[in-house]
Nanobody, 122 residues
Framework: QVQLVESGGALVQAGGSLRLSCAAS????????MGWFRQAPGKEREFVAR????????SYADSVKGRFTISRDNAKNTVTLQMNRLNPEDTAVYYC???????????????WGQGTQVTVSS
């Protein structure tokens, strides 16, 4: 079992930056692929970014590539999503998730946080 708690969501103006954090507890953190997903009102949850257990491989959704950066600190059991050049389309609840597979589908992630709200005003 892995417990995940996100933090850092806020209201920010378009063009601004925000840093989301996810604290994990439970089983060995470095064994898990960590991902960030988001869900906007009326839309399905979508993949944002993922990072492999040792932190050496990452991937991003096309919509955030070049603006968002995912990283992890296995010593502190945390994963971070640095979000730059935010725009109103980034408004959503952001979720941290853990998986034993290298996938981008929600169904492949067994553990989820409660989510943190990011709102970008125009």
């Amino acid at each position: 079992q892995v417990q995940l708690v996100e933090s850092g969501g806020a209201l920010v103006q378009a063009g601004g930056s925000l840093r989301l954090s996810c604290a994990a507890s439970g089983r060995t953190f470095s064994n898990y692929v960590m991902g960030w997903f988001r869900q906007a009102p009326g839309k399905e949850r979508e993949f944002v970014a993922r990072i492999i257990g040792n932190g050496q491989v990452v991937s991003y959704a096309d919509s955030v590539k070049g603006r968002f950066t995912i990283s992890r600190d296995n010593a502190k059991n945390t994963v971070t999503l640095q979000m730059n050049r935010l725009n109103p389309e980034d408004t959503a609840v952001y979720y941290c998730a853990a998986s034993t597979a290298w996938g981008t589908q929600s169904s492949e992630f067994a553990y989820w946080g409660q989510g943190t709200q990011v709102t970008v005003s125009s």
